[in-house]
């Protein structure tokens, strides 16, 4: 069976986000899989990322790269042993038909120890198209860039986001990448958030597209050397955060789908200006597992700051 990891995306403006899409890409073990699902909870789309024979997972995320409403794009990048390959497909939301509208490499090559990709729009221009964020995975060093989409032959960006180095250049534990609407402010377009991979502390910063440093703080005990995953949530307009030593990206990991309706409802109470707390990140959002318990120790942050809290789940159906 074909494991997922989920990606959440709005196709609306983002102040009243109304229609909710998730891309899963397969974890490790399996065929390179891709699962988008509609805000109804149907699965609209599966497809194969890469080759058969790779088998290191696939990292998803979704976004605006086209201007065509009539689909949404999937950015997908390869984990651990895939080259740094960067596929786009865009997926009829009517009938999930899906094509391949992009192919590049984002780094040299020779790199072989996987991609982390986020999409949003960074570039500082308010009201356009998102672009596509990477970041290097384990052994890499802590280098983002960002592509304005322009099918198969993206354009980089010249924009101070557009390339460089999240943190110390020496750092070979990755680095993990976010984008989304975060100070509440629509005139500058989206926020990045950067985290150090394992092997770091568990450092998070976030950057305005200007370059501008907003936020800069460990997420955790500075002693812990986990590293820290990021996942945007659209609906609350924060960004969980968890230890990398507790990756829900690595667990038996898939929105059920009666919760997608919850998430697409629960945007009529969306907070434009943010709030933070864990059980404002948590409402609505579920993580099912195949068996056994976890206590994950999580965060979220906004325009107020980070905060840290924890939440435990038993069996299929654990809620964060």
Do not use: H, W
Request: hydrophobic share 40%; glycine share 16%.
């Amino acid at each position: 069976m074909t494991r997922f990891r989920p990606s959440l995306c709005a196709l609306e403006a983002r102040e009243n986000p109304a229609s909710f899409f998730v891309a899963s890409g397969a974890i490790a073990g399996g065929l390179p899989l891709v699962e988008v699902v509609n805000p109804g909870g149907i699965v609209i789309s599966t497809f194969q990322a890469f080759e058969s024979t790779f088998t290191g997972g696939v990292r998803a995320d979704t976004g605006e790269l086209d201007g065509n409403p009539a689909t949404v794009e999937v950015a997908v990048a390869p984990g651990p042993g895939g080259g740094p390959r960067v596929q786009v497909y865009a997926v009829r939301i009517d009938t999930g038909a899906t094509t391949k509208i992009g192919d590049f490499f984002a780094y040299e090559d020779s790199f072989r120890d996987g991609v982390r990709i986020a999409v949003g729009d960074i570039d500082g221009v308010a009201g356009g198209l998102d672009q596509i964020v990477v970041g290097t995975d384990q052994n890499g060093g802590p280098r983002v860039r960002a592509f304005r989409f322009d099918g198969f032959t993206p354009t980089p960006l010249t924009t101070p986001l557009g390339n460089f180095f999240a943190f110390e250049p020496e750092f070979r534990g990755g680095v993990r990448v976010a984008a989304g609407e975060l100070d509440g402010n629509l005139s500058n377009g989206d926020e990045l958030v950067v985290a150090a991979g394992p092997g770091g502390g568990p450092r998070v910063r976030v950057l305005r597209g200007d370059g501008t440093v907003v936020n800069d703080f460990y997420a955790f005990a500075p002693t812990t050397t986990a590293g820290v995953n990021l996942q945007y949530d659209v609906v609350t307009g924060l960004v969980r955060y968890d230890l990398a030593a507790d990756d829900f990206s690595q667990r038996s990991a898939r929105l059920n789908a009666p919760i997608l309706a919850a998430l697409a409802a629960a945007a009529s109470g969306f907070n434009q200006t943010g709030t933070t707390g864990f059980n404002t990140v948590a409402t609505g959002f579920t993580i099912s597992q195949d068996s056994g318990s976890t206590t994950t120790t999580s965060g979220s942050f906004g325009p107020g700051g980070p905060t840290t809290g924890a939440a435990t789940g038993t069996g299929n159906g654990l809620t964060f």
